[in-house]
């Protein structure tokens, strides 16, 4: 019976002479040659799915809400939009959109190969656009413009910030790429 000349024994010299043997690609990590790397970057992506997903939830129930609201006739008039959780119409609307944004650069990321450079730059715009509006909505709490709930737009900056990070990684790259 013949040994691979290729693969030498166990006990067969130092543990940096050993021969290494790649998986095939299927049997590659899923999460790329860095250990934790990958996994903190897909953490880091299903907990900005997650936050999406209670952002637009929220708005669902709110809207649920205003509709019981107005068929009930309170006060004599109809609610705005977004009244219920305290925010004008239009940083309502700018709050689903940032929700919607989000799950949209994300779909792109794990879609999308890095070998497609306009691919990555179109995620990175989609997160630029969508830190500006997380910016805009906690400025105009900050500036007493809206009513909204403070922190939510910093929340979003921040969690904006890692995603571009591991985005940007090679990880995040090889993880997308498989």
Known sequence: MSQNPETP????????ARMVIADPPHLAPRFGNLPGTGRLAVLVMWLRIAIAGYMVALGIAAAIAQYVYDRQGFEGRTSQPGE???MEPWTFALWLAIAGWT???IVLAVKLTRRKRWARYTVLTLEIIGLAAALAVELAQEMDLAPVNAGTGWLGVILGAAIIAALRSQTMAAWCDR
């Open 9 to 16: 024994a166990p006990d067969e010299g130092p543990p940096s």
């Open 84 to 86: 219920i959780l305290g």
């Open 103 to 105: 799950v949209l650069q």
